[in-house]
C-alpha cells in the first residue's frame, strides 16, 4: 500500500504513517477508490493497536466504519490511528486520513478483538 512509518506516541497511543495513493487507484470519478481508502484507515488504526501492545498483539476486526468527508486523490496522504480504548477482549480504534496540507479527507473507527501478534513462522 506504499506506507512508511512516520511516529509513534506511546502516552496516547496514536501513530502516524504515510501513503502514497499512484494513478492507479484513481477510479473514473477522479479519486481514490473508496475499498482502498479503508484498507490506509484499517492499516493505521492496526498499527496503532501493534504498537500500543509494543509489537505483541495485532487486532482482528469485527466491524470497521468509514465516513468520506472528501474526494481522496492520488499522491501522499498522512494517516493517524489511535487506541481509544482497549480491554481483555474487545479494543476500540479511530483513524484518520489527511492530505498534504493538514486537510481531513475521512474517518473510521474498528471494533476488534486483541489476538497475538502473527510471527510469520510456519
Known amino acids: 500500500m506504499g506506507v512508511a512509518f512516520d511516529s509513534f506516541d506511546a502516552e496516547r497511543e ?5 501513503f502514497n495513493a499512484p494513478a492507479s ?6 479519486s481514490v477508490q473508496g475499498g482502498l481508502i479503508a484498507g490506509f484507515l484499517d492499516e493505521v488504526m492496526g498499527w496503532a493497536h501493534v504498537w500500543a501492545t509494543d509489537h ?4 482482528l476486526n469485527l466491524e470497521i466504519s468509514m465516513t468520506l468527508l472528501r ?3 492520488a499522491g501522499p496522504l498522512i494517516g493517524k490511528g489511535r ?3 482497549r480491554g ?3 479494543i476500540f480504534l479511530e483513524g484518520e486520513l489527511f ?6 479527507l475521512a474517518r473510521s473507527t474498528s471494533t476488534a478483538i486483541p ?8
Not at 99 to 104: F, K, M, R
Request: proline share 13%.
Open 14 to 18: 496514536e501513530i502516524t504513517l504515510r
Open 25 to 30: 487507484f484513481i477510479t473514473p470519478r477522479g
Open 56 to 59: 505483541a498483539e495485532a487486532p
Open 71 to 73: 474526494p481522496v486523490q
Open 83 to 85: 487506541v481509544v480504548r
Open 88 to 90: 481483555r477482549r474487545v
Open 99 to 104: 492530505d498534504e496540507a493538514g486537510t481531513l
Open 115 to 122: 489476538t497475538p501478534r502473527p510471527t510469520g513462522d510456519a
